[in-house]
């Protein structure tokens, strides 16, 4: 019996000391668990917060980024419709003044955003340009192509745009100052564009609207402008101030013609003037800011008081 409590006494022992160390060992378990939880050094937690920083500043400038490039786009598309706009003004301005002028019609209805774009064309330079263009192109067929034959061979030159003033053109633009800037670059022009003639050695024959009234006057002022040596100053008659430009034009071509004279070419910068076409002759269309037409009562009031 001896033996066999003992044996039974170690096994109690054994269990107990078992039982215990189990319960010791859960206690240690459960304590690492709680402590291991979510764990990182200084120098981690440095760097994770300030990728997350990095990571926020790209994504301001992303957001940034997106809103100036939609800007830019909604810009953009508005400046191109204002373009569009603004190219279809200038077509119907453009449009509507050679109506106006091919059928010697008032200017009273000429827009005024039509007078805008008028002006713009003188004060960006476009207007110079032009000029300077059309005397290249006289400049290449009098001066190169087309030769003197003999002393009847002659171009006619208008030279209305030589004498009238601002008044003239008052209904058109309305800025004198670019007023003054068309005239003088148009005065410019013409003058070498004579000289070039007269240095070719065309015969030119003067025209003008005015009356025949006012020739001392206008023989003075081409004089004192630089012209010399023109063939002939024709400028309407009593009989002729009734009638209208087109065909006091036409009528001044015949004449010159039914007097020898070979017209190879009219030069001038208003429609009413290169009406009567000839064979052989060429047309040569001077650039204008805008039509304006001119006032035949203005010159009719001009004869009868003097």
Not at 27 to 41: A, K, L, P, Q, V
């Amino acid at each position: 019996m001896s033996a066999y409590g003992n044996e039974m006494e170690r096994q109690f022992s054994t269990q107990s000391h078992s039982t215990g160390g189990s319960s010791g060992n859960s206690d240690m378990g459960s304590r690492y668990i709680i402590e291991s939880g979510f764990y990182m050094t200084p120098l981690t937690a440095t760097i994770f917060v300030g990728a997350l920083a990095t990571v926020g500043v790209l994504l301001i400038t992303l957001l940034v980024s997106l809103t100036v490039m939609l800007q830019y786009c909604q810009n953009r598309s508005e400046g191109v419709v204002e373009i569009q706009r603004s190219s279809v003004d200038y077509d119907y301005c453009k449009a509507l003044s050679v109506h106006l002028e091919l059928n010697g019609l008032e200017t009273d209805g000429i827009p005024s955003f039509c007078k805008e774009f008028a002006i713009q064309y003188i004060r960006s330079g476009q207007y110079e340009r032009d000029l300077d263009s059309s005397l290249l192109v006289v400049d290449n067929y009098f001066c190169s192509a087309a030769k003197v034959d003999n002393g009847q061979d002659i171009v006619l030159m208008d030279i209305d745009d030589l004498l009238f003033t601002n008044r003239d053109y008052n209904d058109v633009l309305i800025s004198s100052d670019c007023v003054d800037q068309a005239k003088k670059l148009k005065q410019n022009f013409l003058l070498k564009l004579y000289k070039k003639l007269r240095s070719c050695r065309w015969p030119t024959t003067l025209i003008s609207r005015k009356s025949e009234v006012n020739r001392n006057a206008t023989i003075e002022h081409l004089t004192s402008a630089g012209y010399k040596g023109w063939l002939q100053l024709i400028m309407r008659m009593d009989d002729e101030m009734q009638i209208n430009h087109p065909v006091y034009f036409s009528r001044q071509q015949a004449a010159l013609q039914s007097e020898g004279f070979s017209v190879i070419g009219v030069i001038s910068s208003h429609m009413d003037a290169l009406s009567a076409l000839s064979v052989g002759t060429r047309i040569y269309k001077l650039p204008n800011p805008m039509y304006f037409k001119y006032q035949s009562s203005k010159m009719e009031e001009t004869h009868k008081v003097r």
